[in-house]
């Protein structure tokens, strides 16, 4: 049969047929495709190698990935798994199972063709072996999502096949990079590597056909290997009972492998568990014995002898002591905690067969003052009392105060308690820290020390090695103490500090008015001293209700002073914290009060006190160590509420306080100048220069720290509205545009415009007044607020006439017209569009012509133009891309799609698609991102392909709303309702389309007409002709009156069938 014979049976052209046996066609159709399989008479399997070579195989290609899917993920220690982000793949067939987990157990090497084919089919190789092949390597990698064209990471040459990826994305090479690198690190570090690589191990995989297999042999020996060395290191440290879990899983499934079982016994012993050591040896000198009829090894029977030897010195102590018990008891309202609490319990895990555990560990709780540090660790104390029977050691360490003991009083205290003689005590602290461990080597004690300063106060009280614990609270983090186990304890939970408001001030207090019991707990910032002191204070006071109490907190300027009772006071608390700090810390303290987000960094408290960057950052890491500040996110700090408070009421006083806001408020206005060079130079905006320096090095580097500090941008702008300063509002406010309009950021945009639009009307300056019309406007407009905005505009517009400023004129009469495009005013638009052309002929103009081009090339698409529309967008796209203009070259292409799909191009459409997507997601821009997913719908129906249609669709939809942008919303509505009406979902689509005319009607014409052109056809075939009539006549109405060509005729062709 020839070229031309096919393509006539199969109803395609022979040009099709050139394409599809040269490999030029980038993306066949998958009905076309099925024709030619019809028409040369092909079995279905055949079809079936035919669709794979093809690339348009059962499973439905989708070259948009999912919104907020994550990086591709493949694990293979264990149950063979693929993963997206945090969403598991569906992996297919056992044929599908066993090649990914021969390549991934490959890890980079190429597979050889041969080698796959024995394994997946045996040595018989089954018909067309090597297209069976293919077909699973392109099932593969669509389920790894990859496109079957560009092979991805699933790499095919003729030599076989490979997985190119990297320790981020394969779990076997993660193991190995960590291994190799623990070899290279200290011993702390390489611990946490070996037992990072070891967690990585799940369990044996679940390919049978790969089990046997000499390459899995080789990783399981890998594994042990790394195992074997994890245990020797923990035991070296003192923390053997780290690596016991992995060895008994190990040793269970390896029972004959001796150096493994030798380990495991040596590691028991280590972990004071001599018993089950010798019962570990018995049992593999047994097996060894009965399966091969060998004895043990030396190393086995040298473990067995150290086990001995250490049982006989244990053996030998001393009769029993009577129990100590120092720790005072626990606050008796003490609730909540119980997370806490089982850290703690974990931490300190030992067995409980009276054997002297190898190394004692030590518990950190650390945390602002008054958050409940020493409740918590004496609640720990008393619960884990079975524990020690030789009982507690407690010291009160008093490091807030100005005269705590030295650690020789403390020594000195705990030895005597122990009964030793003072002789031996002496006066030298070494010595009698050497004594102390000496004495506690062969005791089980928990030893309490509260309140400690810092690592220098603590070190010499720390037992040594056995199976003494200890726990220490303290205000500060102790960065230079090793081997901590670390608690950071926060404020309680909501219920926790109801719970403890009950306890104090009675239940039925609380139960009886819920709602401001609840608010009583936020008054005091879930501080559990706060929540004490108010309790009692209600407790003492019947006639105070919990509303009374809350009332008399919410004056910030008191609230301080209000929660004290006795001699318990948040601020003295507090006081006493400070006062610990150093001079430049207690600076930076009082001064950060100043910063106006919710968080802030080092670049702007370096600005702020007038220092570095990374002075700033050695005094904020001070605070944060001593827990004066806390930090939610990596190099972002913040004040607890109550602090917060403290540090504004020290800064009432500070001489420094107005010349430090005025420099933080001039270094946020530099910055953010900086920062929209990069993200939108383009912008029409006031002539603003950066007096300091603000270093960016790329937009990503730019928009992260917009993100961080969008918050006190717009803080700063409603500051300085009203202040001596406002000029800085209205640059500030003029800059940001570019970044409301990206994030499309609009709880902030819409305040920053109003102070900034205020602080220039109060000024006079028209020139401010045009820049934050322009703001205000677009504003407005991106929140539907459509009149409001024409009307700033407008006003915007003419301030630019009269002050000359000819490229606010043509931008704003731009957004004018872009607004009347909205409003089916399309011959409105297009004057004034045209006018914006004329206006913009100078070449230093060409970024405002540019976005005339692209508005006029839209309202072409509205009227059906689409040659034309297609011309202009490229005119535009042409000027963005020769100056640089990245970020609106990108709405150029997005709209460029659209106009070469309703062309019938869609293959272009799919390329400048797919280049936008990516380029919006990896700028998270969310407004960009979900237009494009729009089209991408739209491509998906046109293709035929439904199902993956509405998939997407639904993607833009659910963004539409978390950018609450109500065109698009209803847009994105409009998209879902014809993907349903294309799977023959009429009842979904007219749902859909309804949705969508509830926000279209009457506001956004050219959406309201598309919306009712669909319904009239999804009512149509429902099965409700006069329904259908009348909605195609509304739609025709609304498309003709505003002159939307395409969707008359849409329109019209519902009407005629609904009529007949």
């Known amino acids: 049969m020839t070229q031309r014979e096919l393509a006539d049976q199969a109803a395609v052209s022979a040009g099709a047929i050139r394409d599809l046996e040269q490999g030029r066609t980038r993306n066949p159709k998958r009905n076309s495709v099925q024709a030619i399989a019809t028409a040369l008479g092909l079995s279905g399997e055949d079809t079936e190698h035919l669709h794979a070579a093809a690339g348009t195989g059962d499973v439905a290609h989708v070259d948009v990935p999912p919104v907020g899917g994550g990086p591709l993920r493949i694990r293979v220690l264990g149950p063979v798994e693929v993963w997206h982000g945090d969403v598991q793949a569906a992996?297919?067939?056992?044929?599908?199972?066993?090649?990914?987990?021969?390549?991934?157990?490959?890890?980079?090497?190429?597979?050889?063709?041969?080698?796959?084919?024995?394994?997946?089919?045996?040595?018989?190789?089954?018909?067309?072996?090597?297209?069976?092949?293919?077909?699973?390597?392109?099932?593969?990698?669509?389920?790894?999502?990859?496109?079957?064209?560009?092979?991805?990471?699933?790499?095919?040459?003729?030599?076989?096949?490979?997985?190119?990826?990297?320790?981020?994305?394969?779990?076997?090479?993660?193991?190995?990079?960590?291994?190799?690198?623990?070899?290279?690190?200290?011993?702390?570090?390489?611990?946490?590597?070996?037992?990072?690589?070891?967690?990585?191990?799940?369990?044996?995989?679940?390919?049978?056909?790969?089990?046997?297999?000499?390459?899995?042999?080789?990783?399981?020996?890998?594994?042990?290997?790394?195992?074997?060395?994890?245990?020797?290191?923990?035991?070296?440290?003192?923390?053997?009972?780290?690596?016991?879990?992995?060895?008994?899983?190990?040793?269970?499934?390896?029972?004959?492998?001796?150096?493994?079982?030798?380990?495991?016994?040596?590691?028991?012993?280590?972990?004071?568990?001599?018993?089950?050591?010798?019962?570990?040896?018995?049992?593999?000198?047994?097996?060894?014995?009965?399966?091969?009829?060998?004895?043990?090894?030396?190393?086995?029977?040298?473990?067995?002898?150290?086990?001995?030897?250490?049982?006989?010195?244990?053996?030998?102590?001393?009769?029993?002591?009577?129990?100590?018990?120092?720790?005072?008891?626990?606050?008796?309202?003490?609730?909540?905690?119980?997370?806490?609490?089982?850290?703690?319990?974990?931490?300190?895990?030992?067995?409980?067969?009276?054997?002297?555990?190898?190394?004692?560990?030590?518990?950190?709780?650390?945390?602002?003052?008054?958050?409940?540090?020493?409740?918590?660790?004496?609640?720990?104390?008393?619960?884990?009392?079975?524990?020690?029977?030789?009982?507690?050691?407690?010291?009160?360490?008093?490091?807030?105060?100005?005269?705590?003991?030295?650690?020789?009083?403390?020594?000195?205290?705990?030895?005597?308690?122990?009964?030793?003689?003072?002789?031996?005590?002496?006066?030298?602290?070494?010595?009698?820290?050497?004594?102390?461990?000496?004495?506690?080597?062969?005791?089980?004690?928990?030893?309490?020390?509260?309140?400690?300063?810092?690592?220098?106060?603590?070190?010499?009280?720390?037992?040594?090695?056995?199976?003494?614990?200890?726990?220490?609270?303290?205000?500060?983090?102790?960065?230079?103490?090793?081997?901590?186990?670390?608690?950071?304890?926060?404020?309680?939970?909501?219920?926790?500090?109801?719970?403890?408001?009950?306890?104090?001030?009675?239940?039925?207090?609380?139960?009886?008015?819920?709602?401001?019991?609840?608010?009583?707990?936020?008054?005091?910032a879930r501080l559990p001293l706060a929540l004490r002191i108010a309790s009692a204070r209600l407790a003492t006071r019947q006639a105070w209700t919990i509303g009374d109490m809350t009332a008399r907190l919410r004056d910030d300027n008191h609230r301080l002073t209000e929660l004290a009772t006795g001699e318990s006071s948040v601020l003295s608390s507090f006081q006493l914290s400070y006062a610990d700090l150093s001079g430049a810390a207690q600076r930076a303290f009082r001064l950060c009060a100043l910063h106006p987000g919710d968080d802030f960094g080092a670049d702007s408290t370096g600005a702020l006190l007038a220092i570095s960057t990374a002075e700033a950052e050695r005094l904020l890491e001070d605070l944060l160590e001593a827990n004066m500040l806390m930090q939610y996110s990596a190099e972002r700090y913040r004040f607890h509420d109550l602090l917060g408070l403290y540090a504004r009421r020290l800064l009432a006083d500070d001489a420094e306080r107005a010349p430090a806001r005025s420099r933080l408020h001039a270094w946020y206005a530099d910055a953010v100048t900086a920062a929209m060079e990069w993200v939108y130079p383009q912008l029409v905006r006031l002539e603003s220069h950066a007096q300091r320096d603000a270093v960016f090095t790329s937009e990503a580097d730019a928009l992260a720290w917009l993100d961080a500090e969008v918050t006190a941008l717009v803080a700063v702008v409603l500051e300085t509205a009203a202040s001596e300063e406002p000029a800085l509002s209205w640059r500030i406010t003029d800059q940001l545009r570019g970044y409301f309009m990206v994030r499309r950021h609009v709880d902030g945009w819409v305040p920053a415009a109003e102070a900034g639009l205020a602080a220039a009307t109060s000024a006079g300056d028209d020139l401010a007044r045009t820049a934050m019309l322009i703001s205000s406007g677009q504003a407005l407009w991106s929140v539907g607020r459509e009149e409001e905005a024409l009307a700033d505009c407008l006003a915007g517009e003419r301030l630019a006439v009269a002050s000359g400023w000819t490229t606010a004129v043509a931008y704003l009469s731009h957004h004018v017209a872009w607004i009347y495009l909205e409003q089916g005013r399309l011959a409105a638009a297009e004057e004034r569009l045209q006018r914006v052309l004329e206006l913009t002929e100078d070449d230093r103009l060409g970024h405002v012509r540019a976005v005339a081009l692209n508005a006029l090339g839209v309202l072409r698409l509205c009227q059906g133009e689409l040659r034309e529309a297609a011309d202009l967008l490229g005119a535009a796209l042409e000027i963005n891309e020769a100056t640089g203009r990245e970020t609106s070259a990108l709405a150029n292409r997005g709209n460029l799609a659209s106009a070469l799909r309703q062309l019938g191009a869609e293959t272009q459409a799919e390329e400048l698609l797919t280049d936008v997507l990516a380029a919006y997601r990896k700028g998270r821009n969310l407004r960009g991102e979900l237009s494009t997913l729009d089209e991408w719908s739209e491509l998906h129906r046109q293709r035929g392909d439904a199902g993956t249609a509405l998939e997407v669709a639904r993607q833009a939809h659910g963004m539409a709303i978390t950018v609450r942008d109500r065109k698009i919303t209803a847009q994105t509505s409009a998209t879902v309702a014809h993907a349903h009406l294309a799977l023959g979902d009429t009842t979904a689509a007219i749902q859909w389309f309804e949705d969508c005319l509830t926000i279209a009607h009457d506001t956004y014409p050219f959406v309201e007409a598309r919306a009712l052109a669909g319904l009239a056809t999804a009512r149509l075939l429902a099965g409700d002709p006069a329904a259908a009539s009348d909605t195609a006549e509304r739609a025709v109405s609304i498309a003709r009156s505003c002159g939307f060509r395409l969707l008359e005729e849409q329109a019209s062709a519902a009407l005629h069938v609904s009529t007949r």
């Not at 200890?470 to 960065?479: C, D, L, Q």
Request: hydrophobic share 45%; proline share 6%.
């Open 91 to 524: 992996l297919g067939s056992g044929l599908q199972r066993t090649l990914l987990a021969r390549l991934a157990l490959g890890a980079g090497s190429v597979v050889a063709q041969d080698e796959l084919i024995d394994l997946l089919w045996g040595h018989g190789e089954a018909q067309n072996a090597a297209g069976l092949l293919h077909t699973q390597v392109t099932r593969l990698r669509r389920l790894l999502g990859i496109g079957s064209r560009t092979g991805g990471v699933l790499v095919g040459g003729p030599a076989g096949y490979r997985l190119a990826v990297d320790a981020e994305h394969l779990d076997l090479l993660a193991f190995r990079d960590l291994v190799a690198r623990a070899a290279h690190d200290v011993p702390e570090e390489a611990l946490r590597r070996l037992a990072g690589a070891v967690a990585l191990w799940r369990g044996e995989i679940d390919v049978e056909r790969v089990v046997s297999s000499p390459i899995h042999t080789s990783v399981t020996s890998e594994y042990a290997a790394a195992v074997r060395t994890y245990a020797t290191l923990a035991r070296n440290l003192g923390r053997p009972e780290e690596a016991l879990a992995p060895l008994h899983d190990l040793a269970r499934r390896h029972e004959l492998d001796e150096p493994l079982h030798a380990e495991l016994v040596l590691t028991l012993a280590a972990s004071g568990r001599q018993a089950e050591a010798l019962t570990a040896y018995d049992r593999i000198r047994s097996a060894l014995g009965d399966q091969l009829g060998i004895d043990p090894g030396e190393q086995l029977r040298s473990a067995q002898l150290a086990v001995l030897r250490r049982r006989d010195r244990h053996a030998l102590r001393a009769t029993e002591q009577a129990a100590i018990q120092q720790a005072p008891a626990a606050p008796p309202d003490f609730v909540g905690r119980a997370e806490e609490l089982d850290r703690i319990e974990a931490a300190l895990a030992r067995p409980d067969d009276g054997t002297v555990p190898a190394s004692s560990r030590v518990v950190l709780i650390d945390g602002i003052a008054g958050v409940g540090k020493t409740a918590l660790a004496l609640a720990a104390a008393h619960r884990l009392r079975p524990r020690y029977p030789d009982g507690q050691l407690y010291a009160d360490l008093r490091g807030a105060t100005t005269s705590p003991p030295d650690p020789m009083q403390v020594l000195g205290r705990f030895l005597r308690a122990l009964d030793v003689p003072s002789r031996r005590i002496g006066t030298d602290v070494t010595e009698a820290a050497a004594v102390f461990r000496s004495e506690l080597a062969d005791r089980r004690m928990l030893v309490l020390l509260d309140n400690a300063r810092d690592a220098d106060q603590i070190r010499p009280l720390l037992p040594g090695a056995g199976g003494s614990d200890v726990i220490v609270t303290s205000r500060r983090r102790m960065p230079g103490l090793a081997g901590l186990n670390v608690v950071d304890l926060e404020p309680l939970t909501p219920a926790e500090s109801v719970a403890l408001i009950a306890a104090t001030a009675g239940a039925h207090r609380a139960d009886a008015d819920p709602g401001a019991t609840g608010a009583l707990a936020e008054a005091c």
